[in-house]
């Protein structure tokens, strides 16, 4: 059974404060929060600010106790694992296969919740990742993480990077068209453009410092930043035609984080041109991390509209199903030909969005 987190679980989450596994590495090396910390503001009277969600689970036997972590993200609908507790070792392989009926019904709680996902990034290749397997996730692409300790800019270092601007959404998703492979786009929630919330927040940039290498009317390269007290933290989207400059980028990159104690860069499988300017700077492979997803929710055929369709014996063509217009529900995606979204259930039952 997995239930919210109350006031009287934090005795158990101080027991295994020391027992957990961290698998949002970015938060775990910028910032340092304690599970314990975070589940307490889910208490707080302004808990409606908290992006995290905490769920006890309960095994058959009373002993049998541990809990998770969620990261939620509101504007792209989906949830991230960023905790598991306990996990007494990297090589426990019952610790793993204990946590496959968790992680299920955490998908059921995501649809419950209206998320149209569950993302996770693991370890490659361990116990981790095939616990996550098992409960029906899915890998959709590896990230290698460089660490350079004690960044120092070169002399002369040029400035080629720039505050992202809400005018360079368009071109910002040009360049994650061209980049980024269709079926990370999917997983990740790239590529919902029937989606409320701005382009921006879809695409990830809402929750950290966005900088572009403008290339004329289209982007070089954009720099994802996230500070926090242990270093910085960078994802880089490079376009190809711009791969022979990488070097000039990341060192525009490293002048930008400066003084920062550490800097990390993620480069996933798709962006391969960055590791070998990466190593020259002296960066050092620290991690490499398996990114899983699992979706809660599948696109749907809206019957009703196509009776509606259907029942019509007008002779002229009808129009409306080939050019969708905004209902007057003030819900820009509730048009005739849109997709409704079922929330998958254990029992095998479908929930409508509707």
Known sequence: MTRPFGLGDVSLLWTLRRRGLALD???????RVSPLQTALAELLPTRH?????????????????????????????????????????SSDLESAEGWVGPLAELCGLAGAWGAWRIRAGVAAGGPEEEAFRQAGFIPYTREEVYRLHMPQPAPGTEDL?????????????????????????????????????PLLARLG???EQGYVWSSGSDLAAYVGLSRGREGAWAR????????????DLIRSLIARVWPAAELYCAVREYQAGLRGPLLAMGFELSAVQVWLVKHTA???????FRHLVALDKRTEPVTTPLHPVHSASGRPWATREHCVYEYRRSDGFAISSD
């Not at 600010?49 to 769920?55: A, C, M, N």
């Not at 809990?67 to 989906?78: D, I």
């Not at 376009?239 to 990488?246: G, T």
């Not at 599948?298 to 009703?304: D, H, L, Q, S, T």
Request: with cysteine; glycine share 4%.
């Open 161 to 197: 990077l720039r505050p992202i601007l809400p005018r360079d959404a368009w071109a910002l998703s040009q360049l994650v068209n061209r980049v980024v492979p269709s079926h990370v786009q999917h997983a990740e929630g790239l590529n919902l453009t029937n989606s409320a919330a």
């Open 205 to 207: 940039v809402s929750h």
């Open 25 to 31: 590495m970015q938060r775990a090396v910028l910032w």
């Open 298 to 304: 599948r696109p749907a055929e809206c019957r009703p």
């Open 236 to 247: 880089v989207l490079l376009n190809p035609d711009a791969k022979k400059h990488a070097g």
């Open 49 to 89: 600010l908290s992006l995290t969600r905490t769920y006890i689970c309960q095994g058959e036997g009373s002993s049998e106790q541990g809990f998770l972590q969620v990261l939620t993200c509101p504007e792209r609908r989906e949830w991230q694992v960023i905790h598991l507790a306990p996990w007494t070792a």
